[in-house]
């Protein structure tokens, strides 16, 4: 259990009633979200499916739709791309693949023409393609786009900004990030999945423990009891801090502190 306590079964049964009630608040018909073969987003797919099944059992409906969005990255096409297609395939979810290879090029070439690109930079088109994407989609089908960032990812920022931290609910907001795998080992997911390092696959090798320079565990601990290494502490209390504006909405002249 690695130290979480959480019921993994009572807490799917009311995430999967929270995305039911959600869609039908909107008058929604389904959810989209990006099937990354990654282990947050065969979380959020399978509590999508879990609504999707509730709904059908009291003679609704709701639709899951996964999209698969290689971008670059080798790794994208392969790894990625096996285990989207095993979790879409054991659990029965609708699975398409949009490749967006080319129009990241495209971008980049045309940018070019006016700026230098950074490789920072260049990386967070990726999510902010799919995010594109899936909103595309998601407007043309009548369907919520569901992210997929975890409690850990979120308090320390590490998620693009009109990127992957986009969305219209996110039933795992809360989860962190050492509670995700076990969550899936309950729920059944492919083992590949939910032992796999955790990675945005934006380029070749990367992880995110690597790029953030201090581990999950060591965020997650911090994160619930305040305690952590001072090394570790100054990282993630640096990055809580720098990436606050990307966990609110953007500042309005006029409406600070008060409603639109």
């Not at 999967?16 to 959020?44: H, Q």
């Not at 930079?121 to 960032?149: D, K, W």
């Not at 100054?234 to 990436?243: D, E």
Request: aromatic share 6%.
């Amino acid at each position: 259990m690695n130290g979480y306590t959480m019921d993994y079964a009572e807490e799917a049964r009311k995430r999967a009633e929270w995305i039911r009630e959600t869609v039908a608040e909107a008058g929604a018909k389904g959810v989209i979200f990006g099937n990354s073969g990654g282990k947050d987003s065969a979380l959020v797919a399978i509590l999508c499916k879990m609504a999707a099944q509730a709904a059908a059992r009291d003679g609704g409906r709701l639709d899951v739709l996964g999209v698969m969005m290689p971008c670059g990255s080798k790794v994208n096409y392969g790894t990625d791309l096996e285990h989207a297609k095993a979790l879409a395939q054991a659990f029965a979810i609708e699975n398409i693949t949009v490749d967006l290879t080319p129009a990241r090029d495209a971008l980049l070439r045309g940018i070019a023409e006016a700026a230098e690109v950074t490789q920072p930079a260049s990386a967070n088109i990726h999510p902010r393609l799919r995010m594109t994407t899936l909103y595309a989609i998601a407007q043309s089908r009548g369907l919520l786009v569901a992210g997929t960032g975890n409690r850990s990812e979120i308090y320390t920022g590490y998620f693009t900004k009109w990127g992957d931290g986009g969305c219209d609910l996110n039933p795992i907001a809360d989860v962190a990030a050492g509670e995700v795998p076990e969550f899936l080992r309950h729920l059944g997911a492919p083992a590949a999945i939910a032992d796999k390092p955790p990675s945005a696959g934006l380029f070749e090798g990367q992880t995110d423990e690597a790029d953030m320079g201090v581990s999950y565990a060591a965020i997650d601990r911090f994160i619930q009891t305040g305690e952590a290494d001072a090394a570790d502490a100054a990282i993630i209390s640096r990055m809580h801090r720098q990436t606050a504006h990307k966990r609110r909405m953007p500042k309005q002249y006029g409406y600070e502190g008060g409603n639109a």
